[in-house]
């Protein structure tokens, strides 16, 4: 009787090391959505944030696959990014499905650009495209509705909270107003942006949901940049180092 009780026991722990493995992986590499339209920047911060090289030159705008980066830091800790499409098509609404529902991430980078995002051309056209800047602005916040309605049915669903840090890119473009760019994206700011954000707070439980607004920058260290180089890295450590502490990671 007491062979077949520790046999059970031995049987049960086997059984559960991989459920175990799972999720002392997930403490120490969590997964985070980066959301946010086409053109704000997505892959660029998720390239500076696992510290990948670009090429220097011009990003290609939009892409139509989920794209999935890995942080990895020398405590063995780090982050695992899944890239949202931004283009408002059916691989993007699969995609938000997936780090949402299906297999619902840790936390999210929603990333916006204070109507700075490189304009995308309409199907089947050349050249170079444009908007203005209250169009941009205008497409932030509606495609902001569509992902905070995904984050809010993850949060109550979840028995922990979720974390959210909205990342105000592309700074090097307003240097002289990035206080007022993040007060725009900040709950309780009465702002078009900020009454969205207050609206998820209050559909997922202010208790169940952080929120962080954070500048950064992708550029930085050309003579013309209004952001050194050094000023651009200190952005994007900021933000790396908020999300360790969101992640207990510090």
């Known amino acids: 009787m007491a062979r077949s009780t520790r046999s059970r ?48 030159g011009p990003a290609e ?15 063995l800790h780090g982050f695992r990014f899944l890239v949202v499409p931004g283009d408002n098509a059916a691989t993007r609404l699969g ?12 936390g999210v980078i929603h990333v916006v650009a204070h109507g700075h995002a490189t304009p995308r051309r309409a199907g089947g056209t050349s050249g170079a495209a444009s908007a203005t800047r209250e169009e941009q602005l205008a497409a932030e916040l509606e495609d902001w509705t569509i992902t905070a309605h995904r984050i809010a049915s993850m949060a109550v669903r979840r028995d922990r909270p979720v974390w959210l840090v909205i990342a105000v890119t592309k700074a090097d473009l307003f ?24 609206e998820l707070r209050a559909l997922a439980g202010g208790a169940r949901l952080s929120v962080d607004v954070l500048p950064v920058s992708s550029q930085g260290g050309s ?28």
Do not use: C, W
Request: net charge positive.
């Open 9 to 56: 026991t031995i049987l049960g722990a086997i059984a559960s090391t991989p459920e175990r493995a799972h999720q002392l992986f997930r403490r120490r590499f969590p997964v985070v959505a980066v959301t946010g339209m086409t053109g704000v920047g997505k892959t660029q911060l998720a390239d500076r944030l696992t510290r990948r090289g670009t090429d220097g």
């Open 61 to 75: 705008v939009g892409s139509a696959v989920m794209e999935r980066r890995t942080r990895r830091s020398r405590r």
């Open 95 to 106: 995609a938000l499905d997936e780090v949402f529902h299906d297999e619902p991430v840790d």
């Open 175 to 198: 240097a002289d107003d990035i206080d007022e760019a993040i007060r725009y994206y900040s709950p309780g700011s009465g702002t078009p942006f900020g009454d969205k954000v207050d």
């Open 223 to 250: 003579r013309n940049a209004a952001l050194s180089e050094k000023q651009a890295n200190a952005l994007v450590d900021a933000l790396a180092t908020r999300l360790a502490q969101l992640s207990g990671h510090v």
